[in-house]
């Protein structure tokens, strides 16, 4: 190994290349800018990552000619780039991404990393992501690490050894500062009904924004909550402190929050460092159904861009549009619903474009991906109610969704359902 600058580790990188960076908070910014430095010499460079924070200048459409991204979940600084046909989409489910790499279906040239100096054993830690870190640092042929002494000290399947690194960087750059959704009046009711389906001693799901905030804001009740999940926030923090998550009904890693990557505020890193409670680990560990499925009462609390009245889910796209991904929903879905007293729940608001349009449809629209499939549904949520799906028949399901949509559409899609003989 050896320490270089980060103009020196990333010379090396040729026309042709793939390389795979850290995602989400954990964006090696160090390394990456170096390497868009070099985009005048460079040809078809692939550039392989989930969601990563920051401004991505390898998205800009200037570096078309030099970098091709193959988005495996697309983060909002990668959108324009895949919809204007300057970057790629590769639908994966997220406990699947280490096994492409695995696999040799992607083959890594380099990986970036974003990591802890190593300790006095020689170990560095992965920081605010592990994700599928240890796969691509075993495909990859070099790979690159930033020292980055603001990297917070996370335990668990989080570390890697220096007998593993070729090149490093020494930096001192703290994690992307993300703060979540503003908590409005649509957020708050769903929260409040999701919380409703949530018992004492559940190990919960959850992700980022307005909506799981909420949620997070409405179990101040419950008790003695876990947590098994590909990410959490400075909400799972808030719950923490209030005693409501300690972990203590887990049937496996009890006592621990568990999670892949996490993103939020200082807070929340300053939280993680050297926390036992915290293990991070590999996504094929964290959103494998079968370990989802161990914990008896698991609620998994996801999102939609939209619904059908027969229960079709839309997650990664607005029509054409690519939009996210796919990315751990169905993992926790099917996992979820496989548990004994288990939950998948999907909440969203009943509108979007500030009240103009129904997120609850007769058909959704053209080339909108169907995420989590009728058969997959179980339980949605909006701000007007409750729709339990499963074992509903499809006219009883588009009942139970109509009077959960928002009212200035029901009237609309009753005459839909009775068109498409739903009703």
Same mark, same amino acid.
């Given at each position: 190994?050896?320490?270089?600058? !980060?103009?020196?580790?990333? #010379? ?12 989400? #908070? ?33 998205? %800009?459409?200037?570096? #078309? ?5 193959? #988005? ?11 919809? +204007?046909?300057? !970057?790629?989409?590769?639908? @994966? ?14 083959? /890594? ?5 974003? %990591? ?19 796969? %691509? ?19 668990? +399947? ?51 924004? @307005? ?13 003695? /909550? ?32 568990? !999670? ?32 989802? $499925?161990?914990?008896? $009462?698991?609620? @998994? ?7 059908? /009245? ?30 004994? +007293?288990?939950?998948?729940?999907? @909440?969203?608001?009943?509108? !979007? ?5 129904? $997120? ?64």
């Amino acid at each position: 190994m050896k320490i270089v600058s !980060a103009e020196q580790a990333v #010379a090396g990188i040729r026309s042709g290349d793939q390389l795979y960076l850290q995602c989400a #908070a954990a964006t090696p910014s160090v390394l990456l800018d170096a390497l868009v430095a070099r985009a005048p010499e460079l040809e078809a460079v692939s550039v392989v990552h989930l969601h990563c924070e920051g401004p991505g200048p390898h998205l %800009a459409p200037a570096m #078309a000619p030099h970098f091709r991204h193959r #988005a495996l979940f697309i983060g909002p600084n990668a959108r324009a780039a895949v919809n +204007e046909g300057r !970057a790629d989409y590769v639908p @994966a489910f997220l406990s699947d991404v280490p096994r492409l790499f695995e696999s040799g279906m992607l083959p /890594l040239n380099f990986v970036f990393v974003n %990591a802890t100096p190593p300790d006095a054993h020689g170990f560095c830690s992965l920081g605010t992501s592990v994700e599928a870190m240890h796969a %691509a640092i075993k495909a990859a042929k070099t790979v690159i690490v930033q020292f980055n002494r603001a990297v917070p000290r996370t335990l668990g +399947e989080s570390f890697i050894h220096v007998d593993q690194i070729d090149l490093a960087v020494e930096c001192d750059v703290p994690p992307y500062d993300v703060h979540m959704g503003e908590i409005g009046d649509v957020e708050r009711r769903i929260g409040e009904f999701v919380a409703d389906l949530v018992p004492d001693g559940a190990t919960i799901q959850m992700g980022i924004g @307005a909506i799981p905030a909420a949620v997070g804001a409405a179990l101040t009740g419950k008790r003695d /909550l876990g947590v098994h999940t590909e990410m959490f926030t400075d909400t799972i923090v808030d719950l923490v402190e209030a005693g409501v998550i300690n972990g203590s009904m887990k049937e496996r890693n009890r006592g621990k929050i568990v !999670a892949a990557f996490m993103m939020g505020t200082k807070r929340l890193y300053d939280f993680v460092a050297d926390n036992p409670m915290i293990e991070m680990r590999s996504v094929d560990f964290t959103n494998d159904t079968h370990v989802i $499925r161990t914990f008896s $009462r698991m609620t @998994a609390i996801n999102s939609a861009v939209e619904i059908d /009245l027969t229960g079709q889910i839309v997650a990664d796209s607005i029509g054409h549009r690519m939009y996210s991904g796919v990315g751990g929903q169905m993992d926790f879905v099917r996992g979820a619903s496989l548990a004994s +007293e288990g939950k998948a729940i999907i @909440a969203l608001p009943s509108s !979007a474009q500030g009240g103009g349009r129904s $997120r609850i449809v007769a058909s959704i629209q053209e080339g909108a991906g169907v995420v989590t499939t009728r058969a997959h549904a179980r339980t949605v949520v909006t701000e007007h109610g409750i729709a339990e799906l499963w074992g509903r028949s499809l006219r009883e399901r588009a009942k139970a969704l109509i009077a959960i949509a928002d009212p200035a559409f029901r009237d609309e899609l009753e005459h839909e359902a009775e068109r498409l003989h739903l009703a």
